[in-house]
Each structure stands twice: as C-alpha cells, then as structure tokens.
C-alpha cells in the first residue's frame, strides 16, 4: 500500500499520537471545569491554542477551535454576513465546496455573490477580481493552497484589494498551514488538524483582534461564547502538537517535498500534462492527466496505490472537479486526471514506483 493522497488527509505523526493518549484515559476532566483536573485540562488546550497560533504566524488576534475547517468557514461566512448585513460576497471558482456552498446559500438568503473566473494555470484572474471589487463588496473569500491542483494564490494581493475596498477578507488555509507561510492579510483564517497530521474532527478560525462574527453555535459559551460546545482536550492537544511539530520541521518537510517532487515529475512519461501552475503550487501537489486515459479505471485497476480522482469531496459524486473545469478543461480532460499528493513520510523509492506503475497502467489503457 503506497498512501498518496496526502491532499485528503494526512498520516497521524507519532508526536501526536503520544501527546493525545493521556487525554484518552486518566485525564477525563471537562476543561471547562473549576478544579484542578479541569484546569489542567484548559491549560493543555491553551497551550495547543498558543502552539497553532505560532505554526500559522499570524500577529494578535484570537484562534477559536471548531469541529472542523469545514465548520470554521461556514462560522465565518454566515456569521460575518449576518453580523455586518453583508450585501455582497465575493470568491474564487476553485474554492473548497465548504466556501462555494455557503456561497450558494448566501445567495439563496438574498445576498449577490460574485464568483471571480482563474486562468488556465488556476491562478485568480486579477482584472475579474478587480471589477468584481468595484462597486461595494463586503465580503471576500480565497484560498491559500488549492486543495486539488496545489496552486497558491496571491492571499497578500488578494487581502490588500479587499481591505481597499471595505471587504473583510477569509482565507481558507487548510491546505497551507505547515506547507507555506501564510501571508498576512486576511481577516480570518481557517484551518485543519487532520492536514498537517493531526486529528480529524477538529479546525479552527483565527480571528484578527476585535473581529466577532455571530456564532453558529449556542449554548454553554464557550471559546468566549463564540463556539458553544465542551472543548476536546485531545483533539486539541493532538492539533497543537501537529502544528509545534510542523513549525519545527518546515524546512525539513519542505526540502523533502521538494525530492519528492523532482523524483515523481522526472518519473512521469512525456505524455502526461500537469494541470494548473507547476511555478506558484505546493510541490506536494501532483495533478496531471493523459489524452484519453480513463482515470476512474486506472484508480481501479490500482487499488493498493492510494490515490485520487481530484478532492475527496468530489470523487465519487460522479460529476467532473469543479476546480478542473474552472482551469478550462473539457469533462473528457477533467475524467482523464488524477491527483497525487506526497509528503513527510512518503518514500522517494516507493514514489517512483508507484508514478511508474501508474504510466505503464495508463499506457496499457
Ligand atoms: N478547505 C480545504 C482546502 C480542504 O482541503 C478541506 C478538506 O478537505 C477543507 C476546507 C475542509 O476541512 P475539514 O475536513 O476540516 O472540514
């Protein structure tokens, strides 16, 4: 078995797996607790907190712990645009579909959103982006690091533009965080731990000082009544030792990808096109395809290589990526790509042989 969908998530580290296991068994307590075991507990978030915050380099501001990226985003799109009576929002064709769905209940509720078209190489196109923050906007969302073919966007250029124009900006860091810096700008920021090999079930959204969007979540107050809910000790403990960790070995894990990437791209055939900017990309992104390879029959016929048709999220519903046909491909292009996505404990040898595996598979097509 050679796991490379490292894009869908990512192996739990070690260090996570040792640091959570106390908060499995004897330290049971609520964290929100008066005595000692609970304040042990809230103490163990806070320094999770404080070791995530450090990870995502993000200056003053608070970072509230939710159950999921998933969950941060909708927090921040439908609290903002209740708290500020947003009338418009505006965001890119190729983001998560935790952005585009919310998206599309904004508009549903009576907001106007605009969905700003990418180029052929995924990257924002500017003047579209420019025209789309004419005019009154209040309310701006982008991704860092796409999610299916690895392309970074411009979040400083993109938050100065929306900071000029009014609009309060998120980012949708998720597959960022540990990988790139995250550039300083956005508002608001969402991330995951399951993606920098932590837990899954727990995300959170850093907030820039003095922001508050309205809680989706009510009830006991907790995360300063803006994420109603008893914390995780582990899951939190688990989140924040992944990010101390990720911050530790950036440079290590970096330069390992960067291998990684050299050997899977010198092993690939000369028929395969990489979809979307090999220049501004995560280099843990491998997004390609072949004139008429049938990749749903190639993932079947290789079942032990674990590998993508493009995000979790759209594999399987059947319809082509939507990221793949914002860049221009056909459906017949979309249907021929694949996603490879590597990084900290993927093995060079077991890359390269998998990449061949996978060109010898889809030449015999
Ligand atoms: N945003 C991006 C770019 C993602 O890749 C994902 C996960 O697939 C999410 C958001 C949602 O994250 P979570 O699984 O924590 O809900």
New binding site residues.
Partial sequence: MTYLDY???TPVAPEVVDAMQPWLGDKFANPHAPYTAGREAAAAIELARGRIERAMGVPDGQCVFT???????NWAIKGVLRTRRVKRFVTLAT?????LDCAEWARSVGHEVEIVPVGQDGLVNMEALDAALTGGVDFVAA?L???EIGVIQPIAEIAAKAKAAGALMLC?A??ALGRIVIPSGPDMI?V????IHGP?G??ALWLDKGLAPEPLLHGGGQEQGLRSGTLSPMLSVGFGTAAKVAEERFEQDRAHVEALWQTATLALGDDWIINGSTEHRYRGNLNIRRGGLDAARLISDLRDLQISLG???ASGSGRPSHVLKAIGLSDREARSSIRISFGRYTDEKALREAIQRIDAAARAQ
Wanted: proline letters at 0%; a negative charge.
């Fill in positions: 894009q869908a998530t159950g999921s990226a998933t969950e941060a985003i983001e998560h579909a935790a952005v991704m690091v796409n999610n949708d998720v597959q969402a995951s731990g399951h993606k899954k727990i995300g995000s979790a999220c």
